[in-house]
C-alpha cells in the first residue's frame, strides 16, 4: 500500500516523550497488553513499559468486552480502574497509557486528576490531524 501509515503506538509514544516520561504504565485488554504490537513501539523509542498484574488484567479486559463497549459504565469499575492505574504509578510509571479508547469515556480527567494519563483517542487524533496538515 502506498499511503502513509500512523501506528497509535508511535503517536502515544511521541506524546510520554513529550511530557517528559521515561516509563509508561500500559492499561489495556489482555491483546494491547501481552501482545508485542504495541509494547515493541513504546520501548523502540527508549520508554520502560509496565502493565498492570495478571488479576488486573483480567480485570481490564473483561470490563472493555462485558462492559464499556455495551454502554455499561459503573462507580465500581471506575474506582478499580483507578486503584489499577494508581497501582501502575506506585511501580514506576510516569504516565499511565489508556491504551484501550474506551477507558477515557469511564475515567475521566476529574475522576483522578492527579494522575498522569494519556487517553489513546485524544493522542491518535491529534497525531492524524497534523500528519494531514503537515
Not at 4 to 18: F, K, M
Amino acid at each position: 500500500v502506498d499511503l502513509p501509515l500512523l501506528h497509535v503506538g508511535d503517536a502515544v509514544a511521541e506524546e510520554a516523550i513529550t511530557r517528559g516520561a521515561r516509563t509508561v504504565g500500559l492499561l489495556g485488554n489482555r491483546v494491547v497488553t501481552e501482545l508485542p504490537f504495541y509494547r515493541a513501539k513504546l520501548e523502540s523509542r527508549g520508554l520502560d513499559v509496565l502493565t498492570p498484574s495478571s488479576a488486573d488484567r483480567d480485570f481490564a479486559h473483561r470490563i472493555v468486552f462485558d462492559e464499556l463497549s455495551h454502554g455499561v459504565f459503573t462507580e465500581q469499575s471506575r474506582n478499580e480502574l483507578i486503584r489499577i492505574m494508581r497501582s501502575l504509578c506506585a511501580g514506576g510509571a510516569d504516565i499511565i497509557i489508556l491504551g484501550c479508547t474506551e477507558y477515557g469515556l469511564l475515567v475521566t480527567d476529574t475522576d483522578a486528576p492527579d494522575i498522569p494519563r494519556l487517553d489513546t483517542n485524544a493522542v491518535y487524533i491529534e497525531a492524524v490531524a497534523k500528519a494531514i496538515l503537515d
